[in-house]
Every structure is written in structure tokens, then in C-alpha cells.
């Protein structure tokens, strides 16, 4: 099924929304990783590490941030279809809001696409009233 071009950059933006997030997880792996190497095993800290991850809504001006602990980020992830977005800024035409939390919610996309490039997409989307 091929989706209408709205619709697939708006995925693609949460997609590269999700990429930026995660590439703070892995940044504090190899900090980790350093720590224990510098044998300074007590710096490391733990997945309860509450951080300030970016909104992965499909807005490109949105600069909203959500708090959340990074296990519970890690967890939201291990589905590829869902994403973190604060509340109200979901667009129900491709997706799902499938948990609600004060700060934040899950949504899973109703369709997937290839993976993007690094260049966000302008969209109709606009959340900034919402953030």
C-alpha cells in the first residue's frame, strides 16, 4: 500500500526524531563503557537515569522535551512502529495513542516505512500551541 506523501514524511520525521534520542542512549553506553575501562566502575549509572528525551511527534519545529526514565524510553522502542510524543501532539490519521501518561504518550503507527534520511520533512503539522 502506498502512502500519501503527507503522511509518509510525517512518519519519517518522528523516525528521525527517534534516531536523535537514541543516539543519546547509546552515547551514554560508551560513556559507561569508558567509566569501567578507566576503572572507575562506580560513575555508571543505571537505566532509572531519568532524562529529557525530544517530543518524536511529526511537527519539525516542535521542540517540545518529554521527562521519562530511560528503561521506560528503551521499552516504548523495542516495538519499531511506536513513538513518544507529548500529549495531544499524536496525528490520528497515521497512528495510535496506545498508552497515556501525564507528560507523555505511546503511539504505534498505523503503517511503517523504509528508514529516512537525516533531513526533516515540512509538514501541515504544527504543534506548537500543544507543546
Known amino acids: 500500500m502506498k502512502l500519501p506523501v503527507e503522511e509518509r514524511k510525517q512518519i519519517e520525521n518522528e523516525m528521525i526524531f527517534r534516531r536523535v534520542n537514541e543516539k543519546v542512549g547509546r552515547g551514554l553506553d560508551k560513556l559507561d563503557a569508558m567509566h569501567v575501562k578507566d576503572g572507575n566502575p562506580h560513575l555508571v549509572r543505571n537505566d532509572d537515569l531519568r532524562l529529557e528525551f525530544k517530543c518524536e511527534c511529526s511537527d519539525e519545529n516542535c521542540e517540545a522535551r518529554i521527562p521519562v526514565r530511560l528503561s521506560i ?9 511506536c513513538f513518544i510524543v507529548k500529549p495531544n501532539h499524536q496525528v490520528t490519521d497515521i497512528e495510535v495513542v496506545i498508552k497515556s501518561e501525564n507528560t507523555y ?4 503507527k498505523n503503517h ?5 534520511g537525516d533531513t526533516l520533512n515540512q509538514t501541515s503539522v504544527n504543534n506548537s500551541e500543544n507543546s
Open 73 to 81: 524510553y528503551r521499552t516504548i522502542h523495542e516495538d519499531r512502529n
Open 105 to 108: 504518550n505511546v503511539v504505534k
Open 112 to 116: 511503517s516505512t523504509p528508514e529516512p
